[in-house]
């Protein structure tokens, strides 16, 4: 008797949950994972400012969630479960690490799609998405190259992924053509999101000569270290970080995710979303430059729009040739032009650089 | 490779400055574990001294008063742990990384008005024409008031520990806090001092990466320090002076793998990045011969009537 009442509460209360499914799931739910703290100032914040603005442009159909500060690798994916047993219909995945936890997740919730940032592996319900950061990164080496006092810049790189490796040859490649003595020193930290770690390496960097400092990380620590030292430039990075402005931080490439993720949230409540690769950069409006502040020489910061109007229109590419890799080895001939595929997968240095990529 | 590049003095000073959030946080949980209690909340309480530190500093104008407050935020949060372990009789292990997480998100809350705003700057210690020496003036007369109180305070322990009824009592507790009660000391409230001794500590270690080191509030800043102070003081067996070295060790190995890097030097990072917590299994290794080590009512929970 008291077996029956309990699987007939049991039964009740199942049947409640379904329906109160069923009611909380008129609203399009969308989900991200987020790498760090949405106050971070760079990244994550940028992200964050992408999920508020669909909040914003899609107001009652919509319904956002997030998860902040989740380790990449296997434990994104206990939140990612969680996120598609809660009723999420749209999961954005927001770091390179999460790129095989989605694919795992995604193959066990066929109906709930996702959506991975910086990655390279698809499926049927995952999308891939990143920005053309480099188109950034080449604008910033030539400021980089004609600022330099020193002829030494450092870099604050993060780990040894395409995306990373990519940034610091767009960079190298600029800063060398307007500045042929300049030199690279680069310190991978091995974290996004580490402000004690950043500021560290930044001071490395800055003790060991440099006086421009690049960074691949999320924090603005970097650009509190440059303005300790005083006469250090800085740009900032994911995020326009304006709060350095106009000195340490000159410039900044910033990431424009809103519309992107308004016009796949819309295509999910549409029922037109499909598995898709998407790349854009300036020209689309994905990548943004920030202010060049009056610090930098008219002049440059002349040179510096042109060439971003000439990435926008597509009449220039950060990566023709004639360019050669590190061993000395033909890469691009004079005037051809790297191709997506080579890029998306870049995993060596231009001639120029020194050191090795860690493996 | 150029290892030119690298200026020893300028490294060595580093050091000691990266080393110092560890030092505070590390020396405070030592009295806490010496005098029995396993806090894991150090973490916890570093980022809230970080973010109480950061606002009071802010508001204030004053850094110091800013690392006052960090203290007493740490010291706060630790009561918290007091309370559950000490008059609850909550088990300490799970107390203590509740502790880290709700530090974690009350420091994220209170730090919501506080991104991206530059904090007032203590100046450095004025030792006058000392700092001109060369070699030793930049590496020892030219640091900020927190790193020297930071190795005062490992002196004060060790003598107090060493040399004062107080230590010697606060160690009969952590040794055998039957035979500590028996005696008569108040075993309880003993503990709830030294465990707010070790909040205080790590709150004021938190507040120098956020206003020395770093100097900004961001989430999470802290990133795992908390985390090498514990390791810390098993590393150092329980002894104050080889917390110090142990601090100068973990510290000195991320300022020095970083320059390593800079300088073009093709040594995997991981080894470096993982070489203080390859010691620490080491050491432990060696220790376990030695029973004796550890303070013998370590993680256990005292009642008076068992």
């Known amino acids: 008797m008291k077996i029956k009442t309990l699987l007939a509460s049991a039964a009740v209360a199942l049947g409640l949950a379904a329906g109160a499914y069923a009611d909380g799931h008129e609203k399009t739910k969308v989900g ?11 990244w994550t914040y940028e992200h964050n400012k992408g999920r508020l603005a669909v909040e914003e442009a899609l107001g009652d159909a919509v319904e956002t969630v997030y998860v902040e500060n989740v380790a990449e690798g296997p434990d994104s994916e206990r939140v990612m479960t969680q996120m598609a047993l809660d009723g999420a219909d749209l999961i954005f995945t927001t ?46 080496g030539h400021i980089a190259g004609k600022m330099t006092k020193s002829n030494i810049i450092g870099y604050i790189a993060s780990y040894p992924i395409p995306e990373v490796i990519r940034g610091i040859n767009a960079a190298y490649i600029h800063a060398a053509k307007v500045n042929p003595d300049v030199e690279f020193k680069i310190i991978w930290a091995y974290t996004w999101f580490d402000p004690a770690k950043e500021a560290d390496a930044a001071r490395a960097l800055i003790e060991q000569g440099a006086d421009v400092v690049l960074q691949h990380t999320d924090s603005t620590a ?12 800085t740009f900032g990075q994911a995020s326009d970080m304006g709060q350095y402005a106009p000195f340490p931080r000159v410039s900044s490439i910033i990431d424009d995710w809103a519309p992107y993720y308004i016009a796949r949230t819309q295509a999910v409540i549409d029922g037109t979303w499909e598995s898709t690769d998407t790349w854009d950069g300036i020209g689309a409006g994905m990548v943004a430059i920030g202010e060049i502040s009056d610090a930098v020489p008219a002049d440059v910061k002349e040179e510096a729009l042109a ?40 995993n060596f240095y231009v001639e120029g650089l020194t050191g090795e990529i860690p493996q | 490779m150029d290892l030119s590049v690298i200026n020893p003095i300028l490294l060595i000073a580093a050091l000691m400055s990266a080393a110092t959030p560890i030092l505070l946080a590390a020396t405070g949980e030592l009295v806490v574990e010496r005098a029995g209690v396993l806090n894991l909340g150090v973490e916890g309480m570093m980022i809230l001294g ?19 407050a960090a203290a007493l935020g740490g010291a706060v949060l630790s009561l918290l742990f007091a309370f559950l372990t000490q008059i609850t009789l909550a088990n300490q292990v799970a107390s203590g990384l509740a502790l880290t997480l709700f530090g974690l998100g009350l420091s994220a809350l ?15 210690f004025n030792f006058g024409p000392l700092a001109d020496i060369p070699v030793i003036g930049p590496i020892l007369f030219s640091h900020d008031p927190i790193l020297y109180f930071g190795l005062l305070l490992v002196a004060m322990v060790w003598a107090v520990l060493k040399f004062t009824r107080a230590g010697l009592v606060l160690r009969a507790v952590g040794e055998n806090h039957d035979a500590a009660h028996a005696l008569g000391y108040k075993v309880v409230r003993i503990r709830t001092l030294a465990i707010m001794f070790g909040g205080a500590c790590a709150g004021m270690g938190g507040a120098y990466i956020s206003l020395i080191r770093v100097p900004q509030w961001t989430e999470g800043m802290t990133a795992g320090v908390g985390w090498i102070a514990l390791a810390l003081v098993v590393f150092a067996s329980w002894k104050p002076w080889r917390v110090l070295l142990g601090a100068y060790l973990f510290g000195g190995i991320t300022q020095l793998q970083l320059n390593l890097q800079g300088a073009g ?16 299994i080491i050491v432990l290794v060696v220790l376990s011969a030695d029973k004796s080590a550890a303070p013998g009512s370590l993680g256990r929970t005292f009642h008076a009537s068992h």
């Open chain 1, 222 to 233: 970097p650009q509190a270290a440059a303005q300790e030292a005083g006469n250090v430039v």
């Open chain 1, 32 to 42: 991200f994972v987020f790498v760090g703290p949405i106050g971070d100032g760079g």
């Open chain 1, 307 to 346: 060439m971003k109007a000439a990435i926008a229109d597509g009449s220039y590419h950060p990566f023709t040739g004639p360019l050669k890799k590190q061993d000395g080895s033909d890469w691009l001939a004079d005037g051809e032009v790297a191709d997506d595929g080579t890029l998306a997968g870049m």
């Open chain 2, 50 to 68: 970080a973010i109480c530190g950061f606002a009071i500093a802010v508001e204030t104008g004053s850094p110091l008063t800013g690392f006052i």
């Open chain 2, 265 to 280: 030097v093709a040594i995997p990072v991981e080894y470096l990045a993982m070489s203080p917590y390859v010691i620490t």
């Open chain 1, 95 to 140: 770091s390179f690490g999460y790129m095989d936890p989605t694919i795992n997740i995604a193959a066990k919730f066929p109906d709930v799609k996702f959506e991975h940032a910086t990655g390279y592996k698809r499926s049927d319900n995952v999308s891939t998405y990143s920005a053309r950061f480099y188109e950034g990164r080449a604008i910033q």
């Open chain 2, 110 to 124: 209170l730090g919501q008005g506080y991104v991206g705003i530059k904090p007032p700057r203590m100046a450095d």
